[in-house]
């Protein structure tokens, strides 16, 4: 009797194991639907409803940055650059001049190499050193979020940038690259790079809303 129940036995448990792997096979195939859908909706696409509050508010997080020591500092009211992060005048009388590379024999690569000289209070350095030219100034010192948000979106006074353009700048650019390698004894800004670009991203995708 034994033995003739046995190989019964073992088919029931093959047909067991069979349905186990089939509900699991279902269950899989579910998943890869539920993929296919997240891949069908990449996470950079323009939200159909751009949300302002969210762009707003990313827009003062970016602010953060553009008035922090590192970046203000080249970007002044004045004709002079600013220094230290207390952003006093620079010291030596050093003025912008009309290409925002100085004036006859005080141009900013006498003393800005390429590379940050070690040590602190050694001139930091970068191939393209310079302030902004002084028919277009890109003044970030003193100004509002309201005004350096309108400000920075348009064209007239960016660089003819398109808003695409800015977010390239700040994301790729090696001067602003300094930003964040600033050399010895100098802080840095209060987000990283990769953290001030989702920012922008942000605000962007938002309408490049303003602060009011
Ligand atoms: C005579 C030498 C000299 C010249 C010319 C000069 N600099 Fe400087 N600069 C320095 C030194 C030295 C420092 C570092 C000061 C310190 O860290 O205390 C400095 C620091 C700076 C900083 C401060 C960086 C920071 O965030 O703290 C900026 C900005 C700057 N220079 C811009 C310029 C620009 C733009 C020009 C040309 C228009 C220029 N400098 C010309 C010597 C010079
Ligand atoms: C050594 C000086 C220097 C420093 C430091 C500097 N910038 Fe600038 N920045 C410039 C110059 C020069 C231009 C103009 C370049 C051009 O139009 O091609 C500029 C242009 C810009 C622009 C585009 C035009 C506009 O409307 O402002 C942005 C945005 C900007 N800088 C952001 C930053 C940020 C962010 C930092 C700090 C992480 C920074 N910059 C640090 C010199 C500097």
Redesign the pocket.
């Known amino acids: 009797m034994n033995s003739h129940n046995a190989p019964k036995a073992k088919r029931t448990e093959f047909r067991g194991r069979f349905g186990v792997l089939a509900r699991y096979a279902a269950a899989m195939v579910t998943f890869a639907g539920a993929l296919a859908l997240v891949a069908a909706s990449p996470a950079d696409s323009v939200p159909a409803k751009p949300d302002a509050a969210a762009s707003r508010a990313a827009f003062l997080q970016v602010y953060s940055?553009?008035t922090?020591p590192?970046?203000q500092?080249?970007?002044p009211a004045g004709d002079a650059?600013l220094q230290g992060d207390d952003s006093h005048v620079h010291i030596q009388n050093v003025k912008r001049g009309k290409d925002?590379h100085g004036v006859y024999g005080m141009r900013c690569d006498t003393c800005?190499q390429a590379a940050n000289l070690p040590g602190a209070h050694m001139p930091?350095g970068?191939p393209?050193?310079?302030?902004?030219?002084a028919a277009?100034k890109?003044t970030?010192v003193g100004r509002s979020p309201a005004e350096l948000c309108n400000?920075?979106k348009d064209p007239n006074?960016?660089?003819k940038?398109s808003l695409q353009a800015?977010l390239d700048?700040?994301a790729n650019?090696d001067?602003?690259?300094?930003?964040?390698n600033p050399g010895d004894g100098r802080t840095l800004?209060p987000l990283t790079?990769p953290e001030?670009v989702a920012q922008m991203k942000i605000w962007i995708n938002g309408g490049a809303a303003c602060p009011e």
């Not at 393209?128 to 030219?133: A, D, N």
């Open positions: 940055v553009l922090s590192r970046c500092n080249c970007h650059p925002g800005h930091p970068n393209k050193w310079s302030l902004p030219p277009q890109m970030f400000q920075i006074q960016n660089g940038r800015l700048h700040v650019d001067l602003v690259a300094w930003g964040w800004p790079r001030t």
